[in-house]
């Protein structure tokens, strides 16, 4: 067989033209670890924000706590923003191996490979349409939910794999001391910087912190748009709520949506089904005993922002209407197509006593882009779920 220094391979390629000693299989697992930790919190992150969105009857979601949905999508976007430079430092780890020559020794290496090859598209796929997501820019013609809701499956799915794979090398490379030099025993620290210091390179530990640094910036310059004592670091955040007088930023216009004639429409009723259903004009509605609840907007962006929303009770208004208790309603809106036109209420959000057909926010009359004149607003639930402009409340 061919030897290291006949390879066949492009010459750049080689395995020996990356020397560099920071690559050793202690820091590709650290680094492995902490990525497999983040794709699990992201993957499980996700799959709550899936099934809020794609209830199933047998794991009905609470609504409680109302701020749930919050921090498990604030931890998801966070979280997967700071992969981004987990996930490139690790396939520099790696990438001298992408070129070895060849290709596949064995059966099972070809497989480790092609598996291993299906784990860095799939993730790179996530971390990256999640962030065109996040930036409003559709530049596919797929729809990003349910490809990035597929492809999590792939991405789980291979690192199961992987582990079943490379376990015993993991599991070796974490338990090894650090390197030590035949003679006399040295900390890996010195060993690494030498070794930097002959090659000009970063020591495994300058590494680590670097990428460490790297994840924390991300956060940093993000979290804000969660955190409020944070929103002067929002810098990467796309929506700003400071040029809002209510604090909260607006995904989509009235005019976007096309609503506004309809909206302000002096005509305009709430239709509500059931079997003693009927049609409420705002006049009806602000004869209602009228709510005030404390809760936030959740967007599936990450950011979120609390407000004071005023309005009348769901419950009250499908109790009136003599609907039955156990039974789930969709909020139709005003605007005719548009993904978020509608959306399903399960019982547990349709009678949870914070639930409003919202008509005010911070004391004053709900300006259109928030909804006017009639919006849903439900506690523990992704923003794409509060439907604005509401025209009917439907009984499914
Ligand atoms: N009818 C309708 N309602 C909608 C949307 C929409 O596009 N159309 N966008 C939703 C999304 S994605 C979010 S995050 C919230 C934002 O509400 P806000 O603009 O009042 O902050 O409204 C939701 N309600
Ligand atoms: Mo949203």
Same mark, same amino acid.
Request: glycine residues 8%; hydrophobic residues 50%; aromatic residues 8%.
């Given at each position: $067989?061919?030897?290291?220094?006949?390879?066949?391979?492009?010459? $750049?390629?080689?395995?020996?033209?990356?020397?560099?000693?920071?690559?050793?299989?202690?820091?590709?697992?650290?680094?492995?670890?902490?990525?497999?930790?983040?794709?699990?919190?992201?993957?499980? *992150?996700?799959?709550?924000?899936?099934?809020?969105?794609?209830?199933?009857?047998?794991?009905?979601?609470?609504?409680?706590?109302?701020?749930?949905?919050?921090?498990?999508?604030?931890?998801?976007?966070?979280?997967?923003?700071?992969? @981004?430079?987990?996930?490139?430092?690790?396939?520099?780890?790696?990438?001298?191996?992408?070129?070895?020559?060849?290709?596949?020794?064995?059966?099972?290496?070809?497989?480790?490979?092609?598996?291993?090859?299906?784990?860095?598209?799939?993730?790179?796929?996530?971390?990256?349409?999640?962030?065109?997501?996040?930036?409003?820019?559709?530049?596919?013609?797929?729809?990003?939910?349910?490809?990035?809701?597929? $492809?999590?499956?792939?991405?789980?799915?291979?690192?199961?794999?992987?582990?079943?794979?490379?376990?015993?090398? @993991?599991?070796?490379?974490?338990?090894?001391?650090?390197?030590?030099?035949?003679?006399?025993?040295?900390?890996?620290? *010195?060993? +690494?910087?030498?070794?930097?210091?002959?090659?000009?390179?970063?020591?495994?530990?300058?590494?680590?912190?670097?990428?460490?640094?790297?994840?924390?910036?991300?956060?940093?310059?993000?979290?804000?748009?969660?955190?409020?004592?944070?929103?002067?670091?929002?810098?990467?955040?796309?929506?700003?709520?400071?040029?809002?007088?209510?604090?909260?930023?607006?995904?989509?216009?009235?005019?976007?949506?096309?609503?506004?004639?309809?909206?302000?429409?002096?005509?305009?009723?709430?239709?509500?089904?059931?079997?003693?259903?009927?049609?409420?004009?705002?006049? +009806?509605?602000?004869?209602?005993?009228? $709510?005030?609840?404390?809760?936030?907007?959740?967007?599936?962006?990450?950011?979120?922002? *609390?407000? @004071?929303?005023?309005?009348?009770?769901?419950?009250?208004?499908?109790?009136?209407?003599?609907?039955?208790?156990?039974?789930?309603?969709? *909020?139709?809106?005003?605007?005719?197509?548009?993904?978020?036109?509608?959306?399903?209420?399960?019982?547990?959000?349709?009678?949870?006593? +914070?639930?409003?057909?919202?008509?005010?926010?911070?004391?004053?009359?709900?300006?259109?882009?928030?909804?006017?004149?009639?919006?849903?607003?439900?506690?523990?639930?992704?923003?794409?779920?509060?439907?604005?402009?509401?025209?009917?409340?439907?009984?499914?």
């Amino acid at each position: $067989m061919t030897g290291v220094h006949d390879r066949p391979s492009l010459p $750049m390629f080689a395995v020996d033209a990356f020397p560099s000693r920071v690559r050793s299989e202690r820091l590709v697992a650290r680094l492995g670890s902490a990525l497999g930790i983040a794709i699990t919190v992201c993957f499980l *992150t996700g799959l709550v924000s899936h099934l809020h969105q794609h209830p199933v009857t047998w794991l009905p979601l609470p609504a409680d706590p109302v701020w749930g949905y919050r921090v498990t999508q604030g931890v998801h976007v966070a979280l997967g923003l700071a992969t @981004i430079p987990l996930f490139a430092v690790k396939m520099w780890s790696v990438y001298p191996h992408l070129f070895a020559w060849p290709p596949s020794k064995s059966l099972v290496h070809g497989l480790e490979r092609l598996s291993i090859g299906l784990l860095a598209a799939a993730t790179g796929f996530e971390l990256i349409t999640g962030v065109f997501n996040l930036a409003h820019l559709y530049l596919w013609s797929f729809l990003f939910p349910v490809a990035h809701y597929a $492809m999590a499956w792939v991405v789980v799915g291979s690192v199961i794999i992987h582990l079943a794979i490379k376990w015993p090398v @993991i599991v070796t490379a974490l338990r090894r001391e650090p390197v030590a030099s035949a003679d006399a025993p040295v900390d890996e620290t *010195t060993v +690494d910087a030498e070794v930097a210091a002959v090659e000009g390179a970063i020591t495994r530990r300058g590494l680590l912190l670097a990428v460490a640094g790297g994840a924390a910036a991300v956060t940093v310059v993000t979290v804000g748009q969660t955190l409020r004592p944070f929103g002067w670091s929002g810098l990467l955040a796309p929506r700003s709520p400071a040029d809002l007088p209510s604090g909260i930023p607006i995904n989509r216009t009235a005019s976007d949506a096309g609503v506004v004639s309809r909206a302000e429409a002096s005509d305009y009723s709430l239709t509500v089904g059931g079997p003693r259903g009927r049609a409420f004009t705002l006049a +009806d509605l602000r004869a209602l005993e009228q $709510m005030e609840v404390e809760l936030p907007i959740a967007c599936v962006e990450g950011w979120s922002a *609390t407000g @004071i929303w005023g309005g009348v009770r769901l419950r009250d208004l499908l109790d009136l209407c003599g609907v039955d208790e156990g039974a789930t309603v969709r *909020t139709v809106s005003l605007e005719s197509d548009g993904l978020y036109a509608s959306a399903e209420v399960q019982p547990a959000f349709a009678r949870h006593s +914070d639930t409003l057909l919202a008509l005010r926010l911070g004391g004053e009359t709900l300006t259109i882009d928030h909804g006017y004149p009639v919006r849903l607003i439900a506690p523990n639930r992704p923003g794409v779920l509060q439907t604005k402009w509401v025209s009917r409340v439907e009984v499914l």
